[in-house]
């Protein structure tokens, strides 16, 4: 095999063909000299020279007026040049298809790229730069499989090539194989520690992963090596709220705060966790912020809702009626209010609100199912059914309305298979809601199956001590002839709620 002073020699021999006078009397010579007195004293392998060669290269080519020559083939299809193509350097040696290889990369053909740099391995097979750059060639073919093939031979020939590790990485990232990637990552977290991208990614994996702990921490690494940034504290944020540890969010979300006090999300976001710890004047609190900010119909919603549940109904109307006057074609504001002035007693108006709710939103079934329960408690069942079926019209399978239906039936003694089945389906949907556990037990009963009755009542009431459920399982228990356990039930029912008439009347108070 030729030296490299030798390979340059016929390279350069070759470049001044065709060139004009002056570039082969003094130009090329000249640099053709340099070049070859830089490899006689500092001999190197053959591919560790590509990179000098470049860059003389570069300079023959800015120099020379015929430079679009060398590249020419470029400009052929990627079929001509795949097939055979027309090689005005002759393919002595590896540095030859390395350079024409560059060139097509550099001019974004990466077929003919690949046909080179594969072209050069079969001269230098156990150079890991020329597979990482077949590897890379690959990639931007978006043949992941044979990349990553490439680039684990890469890897294996040199394994503390960061640009193949990253690569590597960025393809196992995009098959979806987390476990593979992670592996990569922490390769290069812990060959550079203190390179915050390497954690940044590592934490982004985790989460696929659904490693929030972990994830944590590595976006903690990130900060720890860089600045406190808003993006980083959200992402952390947001892991404390998926591990349902919600002061910890609130934490983070707050110091998201100090570099946008104006971020009228946050603000919202933060409302939404203090409900959930059941601080609600800090929840009206924030959520009012939010509003303040950017006035948004959800948040108008939001605020009306935590008001109207903590004390102030009177406000809750109003803020309801201010968002409306701001947002009058807005279906979440009129269903709202509706829901409200159905709670107060007043089913005039909550209809009013209900059907203007469903007329801007006509793909909700949330008005239908408050128009339901409200002709139910009006004990006009046909209207309520009528609601109902005009809900299910709309998702035949919205949970919450197959269950506010089959009780309904069950109220009236009607229908009591579908009351059953449509209670079932319900159930498939959420087997640990206490109100679809009561509606099935509430079914049985109709339907005489007093044992299993009693199963799914006392399951729900396991979950929520409502009173309405109290009194079905005393009604259970009465007809099972267990009188005094009947008692019982009703009275327990009655403490959680005083004033329910129902159950005064059967203790005998009424």
């Known amino acids: 095999m030729k030296s490299a002073v030798q390979r340059t020699k016929a390279l350069w021999q070759s470049l001044v063909f065709n060139r004009t006078n002056f570039e082969c009397q003094y130009i090329y010579p000249l640099l053709f000299t340099v070049n070859c007195q830089l490899l006689e004293k500092h001999p190197l392998s053959i591919i560790s020279t590509y990179t000098i060669h470049l860059i003389i290269l570069l300079i023959i080519l800015a120099l020379s007026s015929g430079c679009s020559r060398l590249i020419s083939t470029v400009d052929s299809t990627p079929e001509e040049v795949i097939s055979e193509p027309e090689l ?8 030859d298809h390395y350079i024409r290889g560059w060139n097509y990369e550099n001019n974004a053909f990466y077929r003919g790229a690949l046909i080179e740099y594969r072209r050069a391995v079969k001269y230098d097979p156990n150079s890991a730069e020329l597979h990482y750059n077949i590897g890379r060639m690959f990639f931007m073919m978006e043949a992941l499989d044979s990349a990553a093939a490439e680039l684990q031979y890469s890897l294996s020939l ?6 193949a590790l990253e690569l590597f990485g960025q393809i196992r990232v995009l098959q979806n194989e987390w476990p593979a990637a992670l592996e990569v990552y922490n390769i290069l977290s812990s ?13 982004a994996v985790y989460l696929q992963l659904e490693q929030l702990d972990e994830a944590a921490v590595e976006y903690e690494k990130v900060m720890a090596l860089t600045e406190e940034n808003e993006e980083i504290l959200s992402r952390i944020g947001n892991i404390y709220t998926a591990k349902e540890e919600y002061q910890k969010a609130v934490d983070y979300y707050l110091k998201v705060l100090k570099f946008d006090d104006t971020n009228d999300g946050i603000y919202y976001h ?3 966790l203090y409900n959930r710890l059941e601080q609600y004047d800090s929840t009206a609190y924030y959520f009012r912020r939010a509003l303040e900010i950017n006035p948004r119909d959800v948040y108008y919603s939001g605020l009306a809702f935590i008001r109207f549940n903590h004390g102030g109904r009177d ?3 109003d803020l309801m009626y201010e968002g409306i006057e701001k947002f009058p074609e807005s279906a979440r504001l009129h269903d ?22 469903a007329e801007l939103d006509t793909a909700s079934v949330s008005p239908y199912i408050t128009i339901g329960m409200i002709y139910h408690d009006l004990d006009s069942a046909g209207l309520a059914a009528e609601a109902y079926e005009t809900a299910l019209k709309i998702v035949p399978d919205d949970p919450l309305v197959l269950n506010n239906y089959a009780y309904l039936l069950a109220e009236k003694n009607l229908r009591l298979d579908n009351a059953y089945t449509m209670s079932a389906k319900s159930l498939e949907s959420a087997p640990d809601n206490p109100s679809y556990l009561d509606t099935m037990g509430w079914i049985l009963f109709r339907m005489g199956e007093l044992d299993q009755a009693e199963v799914y009542i006392r399951r729900a009431l396991e979950i929520d001590s409502n009173p309405e459920i109290y009194l079905h399982l005393g009604e259970i228990l009465m007809a099972k002839g267990s009188e005094s356990e009947a008692v019982q039930a009703f009275k327990k029912g009655l403490e959680q709620d005083p004033d329910n008439e129902k159950l005064k009347n059967k203790l005998g108070l009424n």
């Open 315 to 317: 406000e809750a109307v």
């Open 158 to 163: 040199d394994p503390d090539n960061s640009d």
């Open 191 to 203: 060959k550079y520690p203190e390179e915050s991208t390497y954690h940044f990614l590592k934490a």
């Open 88 to 95: 005005k350097l002759p393919p002595r040696s590896a540095l």
């Open 336 to 357: 709202l209010l509706g829901s409200f002035f159905y709670r107060r007693g007043d089913n005039s108006e909550a209809l009013k609100m209900l059907h203007r709710a």
């Open 270 to 272: 933060i409302g939404t």
